[in-house]
Each structure stands twice: as C-alpha cells, then as structure tokens.
C-alpha cells in the first residue's frame, strides 16, 4: 500500500520552510499531496491559484508531490484521496500546543490516520508567512525566506519592494 501524506495549510505565500518540510516529507512517503485551504478567517494576500502556482514552480523537481486545492474539514480531504498520514511542521513550542490539539482531534474523528510532525530545519524555524508579509510591506529583503517564483510576486505586488532592493 502507497503510503501518502497530506501537507495542509494556506501557504500564503509559501516560505523556504514550507519547503523544507515538503522536502523532508518527499523522503519518507510515496507521495506528499499539498494541501491548499483558502481560510477564510484570514486575509489571504494572494489568490488560491496564485498559490498553488507558486508550489507548483517551488517543487516541480520533487516528482512525488502533488499541489490540490483543499475545501472542508481536512480529515475528510484525507479520507477521498486515500491518505494515512497529515504531515506538520513545528518551528516552536507554541505551534506544538495548536497542532498536538488538532492532531487529537484529527485521531478523535479517524483513528486510522496518524499526525507525523517535522522539526523545523534550524535554518528555518524563524520564517512564516506572515513575518514575511510584514517584511515585503515595509519594503525589507524577504529573497532569504521564500523561492524566487514568491520573490516576484511580492516584488510585484509591492513595487516599493523591488527599488527598496535595487538601491540595497
């Protein structure tokens, strides 16, 4: 049986730790489906196809990944694709408290699928989306956090961004 893992989140936009753990997750599974949720308690910068674009680029050399749109409770995205395993990434304690709650409750509503987390790679535990949101807004260098694909979008989306690195 093909062992598959589902990588949710928003991913708005994606970050080089995003990736990491997609990397990781790419070494231990048959297949890693990310999964792209369209929150809408958050204030997405960029459109779910825009999203799902930018890994489509980010992780076009890992051939067992696969980039879906996902909508509803994740336990039930897991089911219909046939997948064992929802994969996590943790940079801090305080993620572990919010995702040790949901893989519980994910256990509750299906006890055969398990909650693997991945240890943030000690060159990413400090980036997350919305750290570089921030950053692109007030025109800071985010070309160390995310993929050149994302670069460009913030870039372009913030044109304040490119001449705040042209002049650096």
Known sequence: MRKIAVYPGTFDPVTLGHLDVITRGHLLFDEV???IADNTSKTALFSVDERMAFLGESTKGLPRVKTCR??????????KIGACTILR???A???FEYEFQMAAMNRKLNPRV???FLMA????????SRLVKEIAKMQGDVSPFVPPV?????QSRYPS???GLETA
């Open 121 to 128: 790679s000690e060159t990413t535990t400090y980036i997350s």
């Open 114 to 116: 398990e909650t693997v």
């Open 70 to 79: 996902m909508e509803g409770l994740l336990i039930h995205f897991v089911e």
């Open 150 to 154: 994302v670069l460009a979008a913030l």
């Open 89 to 91: 990434g943790l940079r």
């Open 33 to 35: 489906v990310v999964a």
């Open 161 to 163: 961004l490119r001449q």
């Open 93 to 95: 304690v305080s993620d």
